[in-house]
């Protein structure tokens, strides 16, 4: 079955600074890549997702790119704001009617003033 | 907004109880699942259901059972719980094609 590794668990920076996790994942028929967002207290949020013929998407100060042949994505934030601090997961799964992910462990992000 | 209720925040139960964790989500989505995260393990899946009365087992269902006989609403059933299913466990739900939508989590500790 799939495997989701992602690096690193835990991410200091300084306000204003760029943020960047990655993951690999094992199971190369996996099309569809999600990414949420956990904040203290609530359930984790989609805030961004990719498909695997595209190789980036933007959404405001956030980026997420793929890498088939690697079978790697990563999640890229800028100018990242205290509110940025959470719990970050990545996901991966083959796209079907189930929408069954995989997700990976989880970072701690802490954007410092 | 889809917004999916999960009926309690914190729940303290006794060892051997039989434990009942419900979920309820407003708009028509087919896909419902229980997910439990524990740190530094992630998200891990017990059960999914992709329709009513329709379900299927996840990655480590041992100990847990699930019911769905609306579309709405997904259970999860901890038949006797044990000290190693204190955790917090979340419901989601999708439609085909969408990301997940996430409860704020029930978090059940077992004495």
């Known amino acids: 079955g799939e495997n989701v590794e992602q690096h690193p668990s835990t991410l200091s920076v300084q306000e204003g600074d760029s943020a960047v996790i990655k993951c690999t994942y094992s199971?190369?028929?996996?099309?569809?890549f999600p990414w949420y967002k956990q904040e203290l207290g609530k359930g984790p949020q989609l805030i961004i997702d990719?498909?695997?013929?595209?190789g980036e998407k933007k959404d405001q100060r956030i980026a997420v790119t793929l890498n088939k042949t690697a079978k790697h994505f990563s999640l890229h934030i800028t100018e990242t704001q205290p509110e940025d601090s959470a719990v970050y997961f990545c996901?991966?799964?083959?796209?079907?009617?189930?929408?069954?992910?995989?997700f990976g462990p989880g970072t701690s992000l802490s954007v410092i003033p | 907004d889809v917004k999916v209720t999960q009926s309690s925040r914190y729940l303290v139960k006794r060892t051997g109880e039989k434990v009942f964790l419900e979920c309820v989500q407003d708009?028509?989505?087919?896909?419902m699942f229980w997910y439990r995260q524990d740190p530094g393990l992630g998200l891990r899946l017990i059960y999914f259901?992709?329709?009513?009365?329709?379900?299927e087992k996840g990655d480590i269902p041992e100990g847990y059972s699930v019911s769905r006989e609306k579309k709405e609403r997904f259970s999860l059933i901890l038949e006797s719980a044990s000290t190693n299913q204190t955790s917090m466990y979340l419901c989601?739900?999708?439609?085909?094609?969408?990301?997940?939508?996430f409860g704020s989590g029930t978090r059940l500790t077992v004495v």
């Open positions: 990719i498909r695997s013929n595209v």
């Open positions: 708009m028509d989505h087919e896909n």
């Open positions: 996901a991966a799964s083959m796209k079907t009617s189930y929408d069954k992910v995989i």
């Open positions: 259901s992709y329709d009513v009365k329709m379900k």
């Open positions: 989601a739900s999708s439609f085909r094609g969408s990301g997940y939508t």
């Open positions: 199971d190369s028929a996996s099309n569809y």
